[in-house]
C-alpha cells in the first residue's frame, strides 16, 4: 500500500477533533475555508514568518509533494493559520503557539518528528502542537479543490451508506 493511500485512509481519523458531526459538514466548512483563503489578504494573520515557517516545513514533512502535491502547494499552512485566527479559542491558540514556540528550538528531524508523533495525545506542549499541525495538515490537504478533483477524483468523507442499490435475490 502506498504512502498516499495510508494517508488519506487515517485522514479522517486524524482531523475528527476539528470535524463538525456531520461528514457532509466537515467537507463543506474545509471546503470553505480553502475559498476564504482564496480570497483573503493577507496569507498570514496569527503566525509570526518565523513560526510560518515552521509550519510550513511541518506540513510539508507530513505530506510532501512528489508526483502529486505537497501540503505548501494546496496551501496548508495558510489553512492552520486560518483556524488558529478565526477558529481556535483564546486558550487552544495560546497553547498551540507555545508548543510551536517549543518546536522552533529544534531541528526537525525524522527522530524528533517520530517522538512528537509519539506525544501528539499530550494536553499542552510540543507533541500537542505537532498532533494539532499533523490533524490540521491532513484535514486542509484533503478537503482542498486540487486534491478532491485531481487525486481523489472524489470526496474524502463519506456521510453514511444510503441502501439506493436495487436488490435482486439470487434465488
Known amino acids: ?60 514533512m507530513i505530506i510532501p509533494e512528489t508526483d502529486t502535491p505537497g501540503a505548501t502547494s494546496v496551501k496548508v499552512p495558510q489553512f492552520i493559520d486560518l483556524v488558529l485566527t478565526e477558529w481556535m479559542s483564546d486558550g487552544e491558540r495560546t497553547a498551540f503557539l507555545a508548543g510551536l514556540g517549543e518546536l522552533e528550538s529544534k531541528p526537525m528531524t525524522t527522530a524528533l518528528v517520530a517522538s512528537l508523533d509519539e506525544a501528539r495525545a499530550d494536553k499542552s506542549g510540543a507533541g500537542h502542537t505537532f498532533g494539532r499541525i499533523k490533524a490540521l495538515t491532513v484535514y486542509g490537504y484533503f478537503t482542498s479543490q486540487p486534491v478532491q478533483r485531481d487525486i481523489l477524483k472524489t470526496r474524502m468523507f463519506f456521510d453514511g451508506y444510503h441502501g439506493d442499490v436495487p436488490f435482486t435475490s439470487a434465488t
Not at 17 to 34: M, N, R, T, V, Y
Request: no cysteine; net charge positive.
Open 1 to 60: 500500500m502506498r504512502r498516499r493511500e495510508v494517508v488519506r485512509r487515517l485522514g479522517a481519523a486524524l482531523a475528527l477533533p476539528f470535524l463538525p458531526k456531520s461528514a457532509d459538514a466537515a467537507i463543506q466548512l474545509g471546503e470553505a475555508l480553502h475559498r476564504q483563503i482564496a480570497t483573503s489578504e493577507p496569507d498570514f494573520r496569527t503566525l509570526t514568518p518565523r513560526q510560518q515557517a515552521l509550519v510550513t516545513h511541518i506540513a510539508e
